[in-house]
C-alpha cells in the first residue's frame, strides 16, 4: 500500500472539480468525469465515501469483495472506510456526481 496523501487531485484529470463544503473532518465536492477519465483505485483509512449522481451514470469498482455498483441519476451509494474502490463514467457521456466525505481525518490512499 501507498503512503497516504491529504491531496491526489494532482493524480488525476477532471473535467470539473468544485468544492460546496470544507471544514475539519467533513467535505463536499462535485466531479465531472469524461468517459475515458477516472479516480483511480484507492481507499481512505478514516472515512467513507458517500457518492451521488446528478447527471449521467456512475460505475463504482470496488474490492472486498469485489463488485461493480452502478448508480444512475439520482441515486446514491457509500463505500465505507479502509475499502478499495475506483469510480468512472458508466455511459459513453459524462458523468456529474457529489462525494460527501467525513466524517474524520481525511486521506487519499492508492492502491495497486
Request: negative net charge; hydrophobic residues 35%.
Amino acid at each position: 500500500m501507498s503512503t497516504p496523501l491529504v491531496d491526489a487531485s494532482h493524480l488525476y484529470g477532471v473535467n470539473d472539480r468544485k468544492t460546496y463544503a470544507e471544514r475539519e473532518g467533513f467535505r463536499i465536492r462535485e466531479l465531472c468525469l469524461s468517459p475515458d477519465q477516472e479516480v483511480p483505485w484507492h481507499l481512505h483509512s478514516n472515512i467513507g465515501d458517500t457518492f451521488y449522481t446528478l447527471e449521467g451514470a456512475l460505475n463504482i469498482a470496488l474490492r472486498a469483495p469485489d463488485e461493480v455498483v452502478q448508480l444512475a441519476t439520482g441515486k446514491s451509494y457509500e463505500v465505507v472506510a479502509g475499502r478499495p474502490h475506483r469510480v468512472t463514467s458508466a455511459s459513453p457521456n459524462p458523468v456529474r456526481f457529489l462525494i460527501l466525505q467525513g466524517i474524520g481525518q481525511y486521506d487519499y490512499v492508492p492502491v495497486d
